[in-house]
């Protein structure tokens, strides 16, 4: 998935992510999934480090969102599909500054990542999170995702559901 280094959304300005944002979006992504790894949820981005960072952003788009050279949040975006057997984007590493929690830049950035699938010929976009993420899980049915099965991730303390839209 390759494409520009800056792209307009929304009247907001991303960037993908370099080398050397790495140690700036592991921080973001461990604080922004604390509140999930204090409910006991052992998500991956609560305690990766910046080796296990630069590998899951290797994989595809980390699209970040910035305000004043301050990271304010971030998604991965790459080629990944589940169960259905669709041409899927997959959204992962959704995080925001837990600050700014609850003031729709999560939103902002979920749109961003559907807009930019669409407009790469995706049929269908992905994501997962953990049954007990209720919060979530209501969240994703909100935004019109469909469970599509359920999976649990090796050495994860949870099951998690796989979530499909379709986009075409």
Not at 126 to 135: C, R, S
Not at 143 to 160: F, L, M, P, Q
């Amino acid at each position: 998935m390759q494409g520009q280094k800056i792209i307009s959304f929304k009247n907001q300005i991303f960037r993908l992510a370099q080398e050397s944002d790495v140690p700036n979006i592991r921080q973001l992504v461990n604080s922004a999934y604390k509140e999930l790894a204090d409910m006991g949820l052992n998500y991956t981005a609560t305690y990766q480090d910046e080796i296990v960072t630069r590998e899951r952003i290797s994989k595809g788009k980390a699209l970040l969102l910035e305000k004043e050279g301050q990271l304010l949040g971030t998604v991965l975006l790459k080629k990944e599909n589940w169960f259905t057997g669709k041409n899927s984007a997959y959204v992962s590493q959704l995080a925001v500054i837990p600050m700014l929690k609850k003031n729709g830049l999560g939103t902002l950035l979920m749109d961003l990542c559907e807009d930019l699938a669409k407009k790469e010929g995706f049929e269908s976009i992905q994501l997962d999170t953990a049954k007990p993420a209720g919060h979530l899980v209501a969240w994703y049915k909100k935004r019109g995702y469909k469970i599509v099965g359920e999976t649990r991730w090796e050495g994860k303390t949870y099951e998690s559901w796989i979530f499909e839209k379709t986009l075409i």
